[in-house]
């Protein structure tokens, strides 16, 4: 064989080759094959084909020299061989007869002569369009034409051909004139009467199945029509019985999926058929056919077995039989016309298993079992077409949809169903949250693609489900109407409290290291940060640029700005970053200021607006004021870069009424400029703008009594009149305020340069006209609607006297005489009046009934609270019994003590009589109930909010109580509810309070006159309890009574201690003092900081002591007097609170006030050696030990602050030996846990790991301060521990003067499980019974073999610690003598 050419070969070696190949006379591979001419076709298919013409390259004949550069002759064609050219025949003829020109062809046009041709009318089809060839369409039965043709040619031919055969126009008129209704049908000719089956209703013509078109034969259809009528006769020739046997039998062997789709193209041919029939007109009589009728045969019992054969394929019913002539009917497809037929009936749900939840357009979910009509537009062709209603999943399909009208309306629908559900509407109907389902979905991400949409309508759709997905709605109306409460500008973010898995383990990290990473933080993925928090998830998607430009280039209507709007107040309350970037979004305020608070427009009229551009937006306002709010920097840049201060003049300057803007909006807009001012104020800003706006603010205040006096009293009034005091109140701390604070900002310098601050003397004439204000609307206090109309009014005017005279009083250049004046003409006039009246005594007792301490189940988390997305819960508004409902007489108390208190710390004189308000009963039955033991309130958003101002009413009188007591005494039931009101909310308190908690742990904790108990005979009443509970013990430690004694003489040191360890960091130290002072210069935010938790932890008294043992373990070299007088000084503080406040201690689990105890011997070597060490804890040990507190010690639940008990007590027990030297208070504190109903764990532990330290617990039973019974009972049963107790006494690690009580524990626990004669006991514990009692019997020791075989109860009156049995019971002796009398005690077998 030869090789293939090789690279390398030159044209020599290809020569030699081919000569080879030649002289081999091979066959070739390859056979060439040349066709004749494609414009003669194969006209040549009789010539043979060229095969043994081989192409041979020869180089004899080649010339040596290569051919000249000249051009080569022109080619000429070639005539076929088939036809030769004619020598003679003139060329101009040829051209002519080849000609194809235009002209040519007119020339040549000779009209035909039509004289005799019929004329046929066209075939009526019925349908207004002719119908549309498809390529795809079957031509059977057409034959082949000849020659190359397209296949619309042969369809034109073919539609001609019948054409021909459509009767003359005098054989059709006469059948026009049939009734409506009825179609003719030709008669079936003789053979197809033939080729019918008897009793069928089918007519085989023709094959339906087999065409013939895999045949390559010409004469492939004559071949299929042979064997189709074979298959004819064959059947004609069999009964009907057999027919139908053969039947079953091919239905049984074949696959259902072939039967199904068999007959589906059989009944697809039929119709065909037919369709086909009745389109044609006979060319006999023809014959009326109704419609509704079927041509079949005589016989019709074989259908009707033929249905019950085929039960599996019922026939589909149509509204409307499909024509092929229809657009797009050429191939029925029966399947896809299912959406055409009746709803199938609604089924009943019979069980009770869940099923897919449906809404309606406006987002009502509906029923699984209700029945609405179809022009409802609820009904759709997916799933469930029966049941009305879109769910989640296919309105999620739709937001995906190519029709705007299809977007808009699915994302219409969610927002519907966004805010029904956060209004709690469906409440149980559904099993779980929506709004969680939606997040998970990725309806966050799809609502931002919606931003993007060309269509306006699906940008106001996408931007209204934003606001229903962000905005909850009632929270701004809750911030706004306490706006003007005691320090209610001051709010909490809304942003997640919990911090992400990521961010937990950057806690401890150092702020310089977490900025570092803010960047990497920033390059997270938008997912990833919409899981923890949805905002930033939001803002990471470049939202603002988007709204920005929907607000400045699409100008879309009104509903959609005000959404807009909403969706940015949201985005500024998250934190003071979101509010940055609000703020430095290129244009985005430029733009809102420039359209929606321009300083003039045109007037308005009652009709709403078609376009808010160019009007002024009270929305807008507030955006401004909630931006100020995070920070002082950007008011500072507000104020300087957007020129708000005309336009605060020009909303200001004019009453609501002359505004020329729709009433309601234009009280709205007033008061949100009078808040945006009032909170630049708050940092000192806005001074200059106070002066030039003097007369009108006057005015402002001079038309209050007239508009107070207006009944009823509208509510955007009266918060527009609340805002304008807080304004002023503002102001007037403005002018007190110092001006020895650098100002770093330049934005901020710029402004304090361009503004100077307010002086005294222009805010001195603002008192005489808010107190009669004050005086007319304290007249209303008796008539409770009208006084609950009033809001924040009443609140309003108290606040401002109370910084009026707190800013009088500092003034240094006024005599001190004319404030105390005015002051003690204030309290006769006013306040005194106003103590004793009755009305103001039922504010009191409406205290317990509104407060969150009181009900904490009355503030449960709404249905679809979300950890990522923070709302307040307020969708259908607080109910009017709450702390900011409209009957909470919070503000106004409030107000009210911190007046009083104003006026107590300037005039000490009127401390006896305005302290009297502390005697209502009211208050003292809500502090009872708020120090009783209970639940406390699940910290949430809006608990956070509602119990910060329940602090504010109870600090505040708690801090005249102090200021009560220092002038007078105090009775002592008074005196401890204070304290122990005290020590509960110091406890409580929550960021942003560090001030509070610091002025409580100055003056109220820690204060001798809040403990009567020391001089009403406490420390007394103290021995005789324990002299009562211990009896004649012989207690060898000091008494309580005395310890008590002493820890109330060092309170000074106690206190300083606390200070010390529990005071808040200095930074938030500052800013919290700075907010609650008045020092506006040194405020930097009013956004507070997010509330985690409370300031301090439940076991606060213990903290100290814990951050001693911390440092111990860190700093092993810590001083031991530090030390010592840290832990006297803590355990003085806890014996204190566990004898005369236990209730302070209630939310401390006993289990982790002993693990505190622990810490004590933990931290050093010998500090549990010193006297008064031992002496505090074993006080406090003994209360411990009490019965009533002794049920309670639970050592398996979690404890605050420690990750595993059992890890305690292992590194407590390695102390113990190392250290302890049989000391019996450490004894005393290791056996405390190995009480039996305690983890057997612990005692595992002891007698596997530490067997050591049982020579060191030498405590005595009469020591033990549990009784014994809680060690021996009920018996024990893990096999393993009771090995281990086994195996201690019989090696002698566990002896009776060494460890008396285990000794007891041991001996009884062995006694009642050698003696057990359970039979549910498995065999390995029967084992281990009878060989743990043979080797009783055979002990050496006979004292405890007589101890384990006679134990009879514990007892601490036996110097043994038990009893013993003098003979054993006759079932014990039965027992013991059938597994030991083989046995004997000497260890010969008896024979």
């Keep these: 064989m030869l090789s293939r050419p090789k690279p390398g070969e030159s044209e020599v070696d290809l020569l030699r080759f081919q000569s080879q190949f030649l002289t081999a006379g091979t066959a070739p591979a390859v056979q060439l094959v040349k066709k004749g001419s494609r414009r003669h076709g194969a006209g040549n298919s009789d010539q043979p084909l060229l095969q043994d013409c081989r192409d041979v390259v020869m180089l004899d004949n080649l010339p040596d020299l290569p051919p000249a550069l000249v051009p080569a002759p022109a080619k000429r064609s070639r005539s076929s061989p088939g036809h030769p050219e004619p020598q003679d025949e003139d060329l101009e003829e040829r051209l002519s007869r080849h000609d194809q020109h235009i002209t040519a062809v007119l020339t040549k046009i000779i009209e035909r002569d039509t004289s005799s041709v019929a004329v046929n009318l066209p075939v009526p089809s019925g349908v207004a369009f002719p119908p549309v060839f498809h390529r795809s369409q079957e031509r059977q039965g057409t034959p082949a034409v000849s020659g190359k043709r397209s296949i ?5 031919a073919a539609r001609r051909a019948s054409e021909s055969r459509v009767p003359s126009l005098g054989e059709v008129v006469p059948s026009l004139d049939l009734p409506e209704g009825t179609v003719t049908c030709k008669s079936p000719p003789s053979s197809d009467k033939s080729s019918r089956l008897p009793g069928s209703r089918h007519n085989f013509q023709r094959p339906h199945l087999v065409t013939g078109k895999g045949l390559r034969v010409p004469e492939a259809e004559q071949e299929a029509q042979t064997i189709h009528e074979e298959n004819v006769a064959r059947l004609q020739a069999m009964a009907p019985e057999e027919i139908l046997q053969e039947q079953q039998q091919l239905l049984a062997q074949l696959d259902p999926s072939l039967v199904a789709f068999l007959k589906s193209h059989s009944h697809t041919q039929e119709e065909a058929g037919v369709n086909a029939t009745k389109d044609q007109r006979p060319e006999g009589p023809s014959v009326p056919v109704l419609k509704e009728e079927t041509i079949m045969s005589a016989s019709t019992s074989e259908p009707k077995k033929e249905d019950k054969l085929e039960p599996e394929a019922p026939a589909m019913v149509l509204p409307m039989t499909p024509h092929k002539e229809w657009l797009h009917m050429d191939t029925v497809e029966l399947e896809k016309l299912h959406w055409t037929q009746d709803l199938p009936p609604l089924q009943r749900q019979q069980t009770q298993e869940q099923m897919q939840a449906r809404f309606s357009l406006q987002g009502e979910l509906l029923a699984p079992d209700v029945d609405l009509p179809t022009h409802l537009g609820l009904h759709h062709h997916g799933e469930e077409a ?82 229903a997905l962000l905005v909850a709605p009632g929270d701004e109306e809750l911030l706004d109407s306490t706006f003007s409460w005691y320090h209610g500008a001051s709010v909490f973010p809304l942003m997640p409290s919990q911090e992400d898995k990521e961010d937990e383990g950057e806690d401890e990290e150092p702020a310089a290291e977490k900025t570092k990473k803010n960047p990497e933080e920033g390059s ?28 400045e280039v699409t100008c879309p209507g009104p509903s959609v700005v005000l959404d807009i709007l909403a969706v940015l107040i949201r985005l500024a309350r998250h934190s003071l970053e979101s509010a940055m970037r609000v703020l430095e979004c290129p244009r985005l305020i430029e733009t809102i200021v420039r359209e929606f608070l321009p300083t003039s427009w045109s007037l308005m009229g009652v009709e709403p607006t078609p376009s808010m551009y160019r009007v002024p937006c009270a929305a807008a306002m507030k955006l401004l004021r909630v931006l ?41 807009l007033s008061a949100e400029a009078f808040r945006l001012w009032a909170v630049a104020a708050s940092y000192g800003h806005g001074g200059d703008l106070y002066r030039e706006l003097y007369p009108v603010l006057i005015r402002a205040l001079q038309a209050l009594p007239a508009e107070l006096s207006s009944h009823p009293l509208q509510p955007l009034s009266a918060q527009r009149m609340a805002s304008l005091l807080t304004l002023l109140t503002q102001l007037t701390l403005a002018a007190g305020s110092t001006h020895s604070e650098p100002i770093s900002d330049s934005a901020e310098a710029h402004l304090s340069a361009t503004s100077s601050s307010i002086t005294w003397t222009q805010v001195s004439g603002l008192q005489p006209l808010v107190e009669p204000c004050l005086k007319q609307t304290l007249k209303l206090l008796s008539k409770p609607d009208m006084w609950h109309a009033l809001g924040p009014v009443p609140s309003a005017c108290l606040l401002f006297l109370g910084a009026y005279y707190q800013v009088w009083s500092q003034q240094p250049h006024l005599c001190p005489e004319d404030w105390l004046q005015d002051i003690e003409r204030l309290s006769e006039e006013l306040l005194l009046p106003l103590l004793n009246q009755p009305s103001l005594g039922s504010l009191w007792n409406s205290l317990r009934h509104c407060s969150l301490l009181c009900n904490p189940l009355s503030c449960a988390p709404a249905p679809e609270a979300l950890p990522s997305l923070v709302s307040l819960g307020c969708a259908g508004g607080c109910p009017p019994v709450s702390v900011a409902g409209p009957a909470s007489p919070f503000p106004f108390l409030t107000a009210l003590l911190s007046l009083v208190n104003t006026l107590v710390r300037i005039h000490k004189g009127l401390c006896g009589q305005l302290a009297a308000m502390l005697a209502a009963p009211g208050l003292q039955k809500y502090f009872l109930q708020c120090v009783a033991p209970g639940p406390a309130p699940q910290l949430m958003p809006f608990s956070a909010w509602a119990l910060r101002h329940e602090h504010h009413l109870q600090y505040l009188a708690l801090s005249l109580a102090q200021k009560a007591a220092t002038s007078q005494p105090v009775p002592d039931t008074s005196a401890a509810l204070h304290h122990a009101v005290a020590l509960a909310l110091l406890s409580r308190l929550l960021p942003g309070s560090e001030h509070l908690a610091q002025e409580l742990l100055l003056s109220c904790v820690f204060r001798l006159e809040f403990l009567p108990e020391t001089t009403s005979g406490g420390p007394e009443a103290a021995d005789f309890s324990d002299g009562l509970s211990l009896g004649s013990s012989g207690d060898p430690w000091r008494g309580r009574g005395d310890l008590l004694s002493r820890a109330c003489q060092n309170l000074p040191s106690i206190r300083s201690c606390y200070l010390t360890h529990c005071s808040p960091a200095r930074a938030s130290l500052l800013a919290s003092q700075a907010l609650y002072c008045g020092q506006l210069r040194r405020v930097s935010s009013l956004l507070l900081p997010v509330p985690k938790e409370p300031l301090l932890p439940t076991d606060w008294p213990f903290q100290p002591l814990i951050h001693l043992y911390h440092s111990a373990s860190d700093t092993p070299g810590l001083p031991s007097t530090n030390i010592v007088g840290t832990a006297m000084t803590v355990l003085q503080w806890v014996l204190v609170l566990e004898s005369w406040r236990p209730k302070a201690l209630w939310a401390v689990p006993p289990a982790a006030r002993l693990a505190r105890l622990m810490c004590v011997f933990l931290v050093d070597s010998e500090l549990f050696r010193e006297t008064p060490i031992q002496h505090l804890v074993a006080a406090l040990l003994a209360q411990l030990c009490r019965p009533q ?25 390695d102390h113990f030996e190392a250290v302890s030297f049989g000391d019996h208070l450490f004894g005393v504190l290791v056996l405390l846990p190995l009480q039996r109903r305690f983890s057997v764990t612990l005692r595992l532990t002891l007698f596997g790991e530490h067997v050591g330290a049982l020579r060191a617990l030498g405590l005595p039973l009469t020591q033990l301060p549990v009784p014994l019974e809680c060690y021996t009972g009920p018996p024990e049963d893990n096999l393993a521990l009771l090995q281990l107790y086994f195996r201690a006494l019989v090696t002698g690690a566990l002896r009776p003067h060494w460890c008396p009580v285990l000794y007891v524990v041991a001996v009884a626990h062995i006694n009642s499980f050698i003696f057990s004669q359970d039979p549910k006991s498995s065999d390995e514990v029967k084992a281990a019974q009878r060989n743990m009692l043979q080797k009783t019997w055979l002990l050496a020791d006979e004292g405890l073999r007589h101890h384990l075989l006679y134990y009879k109860l514990p007892s601490s009156s036996v110097p043994e610690g038990f009893e013993l049995h003098s003979q054993l019971p006759a079932l014990r002796q039965r027992h013991l003598q059938a597994l030991t009398s083989k046995v004997p005690p000497n260890g010969v077998s008896m024979t």
């Design 386 to 467: 029966e049941r009305a209603g879109y769910s989640l999943q296919e309105l999620f399909h739709l937001t995906r949809s190519q029709v705007s009208q299809q977007r808009a309306l699915a994302l219409h629908v969610l927002s519907q169903v966004i805010g029904r559900a956060q209004a709690g509407e469906f409440g149980d109907r559904l099993d779980g949250s929506v709004l969680r389902l939606l997040l998970d979905a990725g309806f966050l991400f799809l609502l931002r693609f919606s931003l993007d949409d060309r269509v306006d309508g699906v940008i106001a759709a996408a931007v209204r489900a934003l606001r």
């Design 524 to 551: 997270r993925p938008p997912p990833d940060l919409a899981r923890h928090d949805v905002i930033k998830g939001l803002l990471a998607t470049n939202l603002l640029p988007r709204l920005r430009y929907v607000l």
């Design 628 to 668: 100020a709010l995070a920070g002082r920097n950007i008011a500072a840049r507000l104020l300087s870069s957007f020129d708000l201060r005309s336009r605060l003049c020009r909303f200001i300057a004019v009453a609501p009424q002359e505004l020329g803007l729709p009433l309601k909006e234009a009280e709205t």
């Design 152 to 156: 619309f040619a042969q369809e034109i």
């Design 1189 to 1213: 507190v002794l049920p309670n010690l639970n050592l398996d639940c979690p404890l605050p602050g420690l990750t595993s008990f059992l890890d305690l007590y292992a590194s407590f027990l």
